[in-house]
């Protein structure tokens, strides 16, 4: 269904687990990661077709997850979804600025999530986005 897996960085077992099923559930290869460094390290590894990334990190602030993922020639081209309860005014607008292409903020909709995020696999009307090697 999709062009590769998907990475999910969440700290949040019970997060992980919920967003993890629902894409299962879509027809999507799902690539875990607890911490940022492991995250980087997979993104690196296995080349995902979208990063869905918590911005609440243990180890390193998402953000800067993301900053180091865009400097990075192998991974700068794949989409980065921002996912944070930090559901404030401006976030959205920091995620962006730090490289994200997107946000979805948590509690996520167990509705909608599923298209929310294939919509930045395969934005509509629009090009593929997908970096492929
Ligand atoms: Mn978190």
Redesign the pocket.
């Known amino acids: 269904m999709t062009d590769g897996p998907i990475l999910l960085i969440?700290?949040?077992p019970l997060?992980m687990e919920l967003a993890g099923e629902i894409l299962r559930q879509a027809g999507c290869t799902v690539l875990e990661a607890a911490t940022a460094q492991e995250g980087l390290r997979l993104a690196v590894e296995a080349r995902p077709a979208l990063v869905l990334l918590?911005?609440?990190?243990?180890d390193l602030d998402?953000l800067e997850a993301v900053r180091r993922l865009r400097a990075d020639a192998r991974t700068a081209g794949i989409p980065v979804v921002a996912?944070?309860?930090q559901a404030m005014k401006g976030d959205e607008a920091a995620a962006r600025a730090a490289g994200c292409n997107g946000y979805i903020a948590k509690p996520i909709n167990t509705r909608s999530f599923a298209s929310d995020v294939l919509t930045f696999l395969h934005p509509p009307g629009g090009r593929d986005h997908v970096a492929r090697p």
């Open positions: 969440e700290d949040n997060n918590d911005i609440q990190l243990p998402g996912l944070t309860a």
